[in-house]
Structures are given as structure tokens and as C-alpha cells.
């Protein structure tokens, strides 16, 4: 009985380990990938990411003209034959050519700096 | 939070060698060839789009017909020049028929078909023709 306890306690703690590697990776590749698009405004916050197979996820967060916090956080999801992007849980929308163009150089960029800063040991 | 200090090699022993580390590789890897795969599926469409529009530009709406003349292309193979003869000989089987009927008079039209030889009664009715069969 108790034994069972703990191998469940393990497990869980074993999984719970997991994913909190996970996210801390997916975290540490935010801020790297923060750091493609030149410097963030004092006060401001810029993340972007891959969050899976077929997500990107730009995080961005700033101190406006009148003091006031502003947060964005767009979505692109990207297909074979094309690319939608949502902002703040709006509608999908079709990125044009060249912010495609603009997201697939950072893509690129994003996928050397991260396989090379924080990867590297794996290759 | 300090990202730094999260995934310090000494923080998380062996924790870079594992199925979490693995897959975010691969999912890295995979989102960013699929990013550049749809930029290029794109551009293609774009190109293809392009290409229509200068298409549709230069080419006149509907087809554009010769009268009174065959286009046999250099390359075209024989069953097409078939057609292209049988056509032509349709032409000149139906160009004869209407020189014989440019010959022929109404009286032997009207003598051949058995029916009233009196021009001043034509129009020949129907019940004539009914009736004659």
C-alpha cells in the first residue's frame, strides 16, 4: 500500500519534473529569441517562440506615451501552403508576403542562435 | 523570474539529455522548415497569380476564330489531321450539293416530287406533300 503510494508520488513528481523542464526550455528560448529583434524599450518585455510544431508566438509588452502598460501577444499558425496570424484572441487572419518573408528570416535566425546557445551540446 | 539560472547544467544534472530536450529540438526544427516551406508555397502562388493576370492580359476573352481556315500546327499527330480531312471533304461534298441545287429550276423540283406543275399554285402546301407520301 504505502508502496504504491509512493511509486504514485514518484511518478507524479517524476512527470511534474517533466513538464516543468519543458516549459523552463520553451522559457529560455523566449528570451532568446526576444533578443532577434534588436533592443526592448526600458520598461518592456519582448519574447518570441516556438510553442509547437506549428506555432510561433511573439510576446510583446511596452510602456506607452501616457504611462499606460500596453501587451501584445500574437499567434501565427503556419501551414504547408500558407500562414494565419491572430492578435490577442481575435480572428485568424493571412499574413501577406512580406511578413511572411519577415517571420521566416526570423524563424531561421531563431532556430541557429537557439540549436547553438542552448542546444549546441546535444548536436 | 531568472531564466539564466533555471537551466544551469548544474541545477538540472543530465536534465539536456532527455525526451523534453529532444523534442523541443525537433519541434524547432520542424516549425522552422515548415515556416519556410509555406514562404515559398507562397511565393509560388504569388508567382502563379502573376503569371495569370499577365496571362489573362494579353490574351483576348473567348477564342479567337479563323473563318474559312484550317490551323494544322507543325506538331500535330495524324488522328487530328484526320479530322482536319473529313472536315474538308464535308466542305466539298456540301459546296457540290449547292452548285447541282443552283442548277436545278422549280418546275423539276416540282416534277421530280410528283406535285402540281402549275408555278401560280405555289406555295406547296403541306397536305400535298402529306398526301403525295
Not at chain 2, 480531312?85 to 457540290?96: T, V
Request: glycine fraction near 6%.
Amino acid at each position: 500500500m504505502l508502496k504504491k503510494l509512493f511509486d504514485g508520488l514518484t511518478a507524479k513528481s517524476r512527470e511534474q519534473r517533466r513538464l516543468d523542464l519543458y516549459r523552463g526550455l520553451i522559457r529560455h528560448e523566449a528570451k532568446i529569441g526576444g533578443q532577434l529583434f534588436g533592443l526592448v524599450a526600458p520598461g518592456g518585455r519582448r519574447e518570441f517562440f516556438c510553442l509547437d510544431e506549428n506555432t510561433w508566438v511573439w510576446h510583446e509588452e511596452w510602456v506607452d506615451s501616457s504611462s499606460q502598460r500596453q501587451i501584445k501577444t500574437t499567434r501565427y499558425d503556419v501551414r504547408p501552403t500558407g500562414i494565419l496570424k491572430a492578435q490577442d484572441g481575435q480572428q485568424y487572419q493571412r499574413v501577406s508576403l512580406d511578413e511572411a518573408r519577415r517571420l521566416n528570416q526570423a524563424a531561421q535566425a531563431y532556430k541557429d542562435k537557439v540549436f547553438n546557445e542552448l542546444y549546441s551540446f546535444a548536436r | 523570474m531568472n531564466y539564466d539560472n533555471q537551466l544551469q547544467p548544474e541545477q538540472f544534472p543530465g536534465a539536456y539529455i532527455t525526451p523534453e530536450v529532444s523534442r523541443r529540438m525537433e519541434n524547432v526544427h520542424r516549425l522552422a522548415n515548415l515556416t519556410a516551406q509555406a514562404l515559398n508555397n507562397m511565393e509560388q502562388g504569388e508567382a502563379l497569380h502573376t503569371d495569370r493576370s499577365l496571362f489573362s492580359n494579353r490574351l483576348p476573352v473567348g477564342p479567337t476564330l479563323i473563318p474559312h481556315k484550317i490551323i494544322i500546327p507543325d506538331d500535330i499527330d495524324g488522328k487530328l489531321v484526320g479530322i482536319s480531312s473529313q472536315a474538308q471533304n464535308i466542305n466539298a461534298l456540301r459546296q457540290k450539293a449547292q452548285e447541282e441545287a443552283s442548277k436545278l429550276d422549280r418546275s423539276s423540283i416540282i416534277e421530280h416530287l410528283g406535285l402540281k406543275k402549275n408555278l401560280n399554285e405555289f406555295p406547296i402546301q403541306y397536305e400535298d406533300l402529306e398526301r403525295r407520301a
